[in-house]
């Protein structure tokens, strides 16, 4: 299968804890490439406090892999976004446009505390909706809040959020907890797409897997939803449950 979409990716060099180098970006992008990816979209941390990344360092990073991906005809087309860690200092970035949401301005991606969403998210997630940001929260099944009681997620989706699956969770890449929701996740169909949440060339053979046993299990249609169809509604802003 091919024509797949990546919208979570940490392919871009000295950044944050994804690739060290320029040569493993490339190992990763080709991996993904022969595990059917035809696109990517980098999506640096930018977490203050860890990562303290704005708008601007991450494009500057960006901006030096770029040479390397031009004339190449076996890695998949890159663009470029981040990972917003959803405190109240990103947040505010959001709403003064200084981040960096998907290209379009459509939707950005959100990263939470493993714990438990902010009591203030929805209000938040409406403050974002009112500037037709849609809310992509990254890999949800990690967040220990959700392992028990996933209503919390149910009501953020319905109301507009857009939930992204680690396809490594499928497959126990982050433990037993994070695998059993995300089976969970998956088959009350909370998902709106998957990503591979790539740091290393590694990491690909866990995303195969991932792939593997959403087509076992629900079909190749199910994957066509999570992989094409599902991230390119995210990109557009066109997300509906």
């Known amino acids: ?38 696109r990517v979209v980098a999506t640096p941390h930018m977490r203050p406090g860890l990562f303290d990344n704005s708008a601007a360092s991450i494009r500057d990073a960006f901006e030096r892999l770029r040479p390397a ?17 959803f405190d109240d200092v990103v947040f505010g970035r959001l709403l003064e446009g200084t981040c960096l949401p998907y290209a379009g301005g459509r939707a950005a991606l959100l990263e939470f505390y493993d714990v438990e969403f902010m009591p203030s998210v929805a209000a938040r997630f409406f403050d974002l909706r009112r500037r037709r940001i849609v809310p ?23 109301a507009g959020a857009a939930a992204l699956l680690d396809l490594g969770a499928l497959v126990g890449k982050y433990g037993a907890e994070p695998e059993r929701c995300a089976k969970k996740l998956l088959k009350e169909g909370l998902y709106h797409a998957a990503c591979s949440d790539a740091h290393r060339p590694s990491d690909v053979s866990d995303v195969v897997k991932g792939i593997r046993f959403i087509e076992k299990k629900y079909g190749s249609d199910e994957v066509d939803l999570l992989l094409h169809q599902g991230p390119l509604e995210i990109l557009t802003g066109s997300v509906e449950r």
């Open 69 to 85: 991906l031009e004339g190449l005809n076996d890695v998949p087309e890159v663009s470029l976004s981040s990972e917003h860690y």
């Open 136 to 158: 992509v929260i990254a890999h949800p099944e990690r967040y220990r809040g959700l392992w028990k009681n996933h209503d919390r997620l149910t009501s953020l989706v319905d």
């Open 1 to 38: 299968m091919s024509g797949f979409v990546d919208l979570h990716c940490h392919c871009v060099p000295n950044i944050d804890d994804g690739v060290r180098s320029t040569e493993e970006a490339l190992q990763l992008l080709r991996a993904l490439r022969t595990a059917g990816f035809e």
